[in-house]
C-alpha cells in the first residue's frame, strides 16, 4: 500500500507563474519529508526538506509547506521557469533512515 | 502501475562478502535503475540496467564493485562486492513508466548492515 502518493500525475503552468506539487501521506509517524527534482533517466536531485516540527521552509523559489493534520505537504515553485519543467516527487521518513516516495508529478513550465 | 518486490528486505553482512539483491516487477519495463540512500543521505543513483546491454554506472560507481544483471524486462539483480562497513546502506530499485518516464515507483528497499 502507497504510504505516499502524489494523485497529479502531471501539471502544467505558464512561465512566471506559481507551480503547486501536492502530497499526502498516511502514516502520522513520518516526521521528515524531501522533495526531489528528476529528469527521466536521471538520478534525482535533492530540493528543498523539512522536518515536522515546521510548517513551512523556503530556499529561493522554492517552499515547502506541511500539514500535518491533514498529513499533506506541498511544494511551490514561485516564479516557474522552463528549466523547472521535469518530475518532482516527495517523499518521508519516520527515522531519517528510510524513505517512502511518491510517484511524482510532472511539471511542464510553458513558455 | 507498477508493483515492485526486493529481496532480502534486510541483512547484516560480514565485512569482505558480497550479497546480490533481486528487484522483481509485475510488469514489462524497459529500464530499471538502481539506488543507494545512505542513513541521513539523499538518494544516489548507482546505475541504469537496461534489458539487453551492459548497465550504465554513474560516476563513482564500478561495475566490479556493483555487477547488475537485468536478463529479463521484469528482473534485476545488483550485487555489492567484498563489502565493507561504508557500503552500510538502503539500496533500492526503481522503475519508470509513462512515455516520458514521468511516473516512478520504488522499491521498498534493502537495508544492508555490513559489520
Known amino acids: 500500500d502507497q504510504q505516499v502518493k502524489q494523485n497529479s500525475p502531471s501539471l502544467s503552468v505558464q512561465e512566471g507563474r506559481i507551480s503547486i506539487l501536492n502530497c499526502d501521506y498516511t502514516n502520522s509517524m513520518f516526521d521528515y519529508f524531501l522533495w526531489y527534482k528528476k529528469y527521466p533517466a536521471e538520478g534525482p536531485t535533492f530540493l528543498i526538506s523539512?522536518?515536522?516540527?515546521?510548517d513551512k521552509n523556503e530556499d529561493g523559489r522554492f517552499t515547502v509547506f506541511l500539514n500535518k493534520s491533514a498529513k499533506h505537504l506541498s511544494l511551490h515553485i514561485v516564479p516557474s521557469q522552463p528549466g523547472d519543467s521535469a518530475v518532482y516527487f516527495c517523499?518521508?521518513?519516520?527515522?531519517?533512515?528510510?524513505?517512502?516516495f511518491g510517484t511524482g508529478t510532472s511539471l511542464t513550465v510553458i513558455p | 502501475s507498477a508493483v515492485i518486490s526486493q529481496k532480502p528486505s534486510r541483512d547484516i553482512c560480514q565485512r569482505g562478502t558480497s550479497l546480490t539483491i533481486q528487484c522483481q516487477v509485475d510488469s514489462q519495463v524497459t529500464m530499471m535503475f538502481w539506488y543507494r540512500q545512505q542513513p541521513g543521505q539523499s538518494l544516489t543513483l548507482i546505475a541504469t540496467?537496461?534489458?539487453?546491454?551492459?548497465?550504465?554506472?554513474e560516476s563513482g560507481f564500478v561495475i566490479d564493485k556493483f555487477p547488475i544483471s537485468r536478463p529479463n524486462l521484469t528482473f534485476s539483480t545488483l550485487t555489492v562486492s567484498n563489502m565493507s562497513p561504508e557500503d552500510s546502506s538502503i539500496y533500492l530499485c526503481?522503475?519508470?513508466?509513462?512515455?516520458?518516464?514521468?511516473?516512478?515507483?520504488f522499491g521498498e528497499g534493502s537495508w544492508l548492515t555490513v559489520v
Open positions: 526503481s522503475v519508470e513508466t509513462g512515455g516520458s518516464g514521468n511516473t516512478i515507483y
Open positions: 523539512i522536518s515536522s516540527i515546521k
Open positions: 517523499a518521508a521518513s519516520n527515522t531519517g533512515n528510510q524513505f517512502y
Open positions: 540496467a537496461n534489458q539487453g546491454s551492459e548497465a550504465t554506472y
